[in-house]
């Protein structure tokens, strides 16, 4: 009996002993595990309030560029508005312009109607002037003839001129070829 009563006891403090370093094990673990879930617990509380802060911020951000946006909006539309009057301007210059451009050629059509009846009347003048001079010359040539028969006339009285050339004519001043 002594003997197992001893090897009891020594089976219950082994046993007691295994359960102590069990239960110090499991605290250990526990607490091991507990401090990893309070350190990933304050990380994770960590990371909430970074992304608070950054949910705070894009909000501010989104805030910002939605009234940015309607300024843009708005200065668009002032744009818009200043392209349409300039495009009607502009048309309305255009279309002065072409009014313009129309009577330009109106007037182009009439001048150049006008310079051809100015140049008939030229043409019809030079003709004119041309048979003038045609006349002119008939008749200085008649004036011409009459002369050398007059001169003729007077040296046939006179004595007769061995160095007397009929080729030579003579022009009166009067009927110069520039009149």
Not at 7 to 26: F, G, K, S, T
Request: aromatic share 6%; net charge negative; hydrophobic share 35%.
């Amino acid at each position: 009996r002594p003997d197992l009563a001893a090897a009891l006891r020594e089976l219950r403090a082994q046993y007691e002993d295994l359960a102590a370093r069990n239960l110090q094990a499991a605290e250990d673990w526990d607490r091991a595990r507990c401090a990893r879930l309070h350190e990933r617990a304050a990380r994770s509380q960590e990371a909430v309030r970074a992304s608070r802060r950054e949910a705070g911020e894009c909000r501010r951000q989104l805030q910002a560029r939605l009234a940015e946006m309607e300024s843009l909006r708005g200065a668009h539309q002032s744009l818009e508005r200043q392209l349409q009057e300039l495009e009607e301007r502009h048309n309305a210059e255009a279309a002065s312009l072409q009014d313009t451009i129309g009577q330009l050629e109106d007037d182009l059509r009439n001048t150049k109607n006008e310079m051809a009846r100015h140049l008939r009347e030229y043409q019809d003048l030079l003709n004119v002037k041309m048979a003038l001079d045609i006349e002119i010359a008939a008749y200085r040539k008649l004036l011409e003839g009459e002369e050398t028969l007059f001169n003729m006339g007077s040296t046939s009285l006179s004595e007769p001129n061995p160095l007397y050339n009929p080729t030579y004519s003579f022009q009166p001043r009067g009927f110069s070829s520039s009149t």
